[in-house]
């Protein structure tokens, strides 16, 4: 008798079990999506060519990442597509060109078959706009009431040319401060999605790969002294990584900060700060002052810097703390999220 995972609505324990309903659903729900060579020989592991490695760079960047994110279904992507974007920024945000990613699925039982298919489906067209392929996976499934529908794990390998080094131990006094683009549009979606608010707002998250960016940027001015993606703590969180890291302060200016009137009401509504909310399609660069302005024309003219501002600079002050210059001329510190703002933001 002939199986297919079409003959289900739901996923049951079996199609983790090992046998013929599991590979069935390997086969169906993720080869013949993902597709692709690695994939196709069904080992254990996927084999890399170094040769084709060592050609493109001298240094391997390798990261992981899990996704948890509720609800897995958002206005502007998917679980999926999340998860390849997160893994693909944090390998360009470094500098490096994100090449392949693995994919691990921890599935609930009883989620149901098209909803999987959705998610699947988001990764390929996520990996397939950065570039990247996915070269091999793992499947568990766990009973119902012991998971929450899909978590997702994913790990990205890239190469990092010769001579780019980004860190934020070389941030220094003067430095210009420029974000990709707007602010919180990820964190404010995903709590409209939740419906745990009346909020009527026309917001969609910045999801997407910014590896094309980081290339464009790296090539206008070598000179970058760091880069993060700002995911959760937003980018607080970053500038606050950048201060302790180099022993500077960072100041940011009021009036520069690109907050979409969206985003500033539900902020305003919640008592919260932009500035904490989560991105993810957005990052945070430090570069030299005399660079600043001719990186940022150029950041312009790419479709994930169309909204790139100067934000503040890096202070001739030896103290690891993040300050914001408001509109009225006071400041003001900005703290570090304390506690978990947005749980099961990404």
């Not at 009137?261 to 660069?285: K, M, S």
């Amino acid at each position: 008798m002939t199986l297919s995972i079409n003959d289900h609505t739901l996923i049951t324990m079996a199609h983790g079990a090992g046998g013929r309903a599991m590979r069935c659903l390997i086969e169906e729900v993720f080869i013949n999506v993902f597709g692709g060579e690695q994939l196709l020989r069904m080992e254990d592991q996927a084999r890399l060519d170094m040769a084709q490695l060592s050609s493109l760079g001298d240094r391997l960047a390798y990261t992981t990442d899990s996704y948890v994110i509720d609800p897995l279904e958002f206005p502007g992507g998917n679980i999926g597509s999340l998860a390849v974007n997160g893994t693909v920024n944090d390998l360009a945000v470094g500098g490096a060109r994100p090449l392949y990613l693995s994919c691990a699925f921890i599935i609930e039982e009883g989620i149901e078959v098209g909803l999987l298919r959705r998610i699947v489906e988001g990764m390929r067209d996520a990996a397939l706009r950065a570039g990247v392929t996915v070269v091999t996976g793992d499947t568990k499934v766990v009973p119902r009431g012991k998971g929450d529908k899909v978590f997702i794990n994913t790990s990205g390998i890239g190469v990092i040319e010769h001579g780019v080094n980004l860190h934020a131990t070389q941030c220094q006094p003067g430095d210009k401060i420029i974000v990709s683009g707007s602010l919180g549009d990820h964190g404010a979606t995903i709590l409209q999605a939740r419906g745990d608010l009346a909020l009527e707002a026309d917001l969609q998250s910045d999801c997407q790969p910014l590896h094309g960016l980081v290339q464009l940027m790296l090539a206008e001015c070598p000179d970058i002294r760091a880069m993060r993606d700002a995911t959760r703590g937003g980018i607080a969180a970053v500038l606050h990584e950048f201060a302790t890291a180099s022993g500077f302060a960072m100041r940011l200016h009021e009036e520069m900060l690109p907050v979409k009137p969206e985003v500033r009401g539900v902020c305003e509504i919640l008592g919260l700060d932009a500035l904490h909310f989560a991105n993810e399609g957005r990052l945070v660069a430090v570069v030299p002052a005399k660079h600043a302005e001719a990186l940022l024309r150029s950041m312009r003219q790419h479709p994930a810097g169309q909204d790139a501002n100067i934000i503040g600079e890096v202070l001739d002050k030896a103290v690891a703390r993040v300050q914001v210059a408001t509109a009225l001329g006071g400041e003001r510190l900005l703290e570090m999220p304390d506690g978990e703002l947005l749980p099961r933001i990404c």
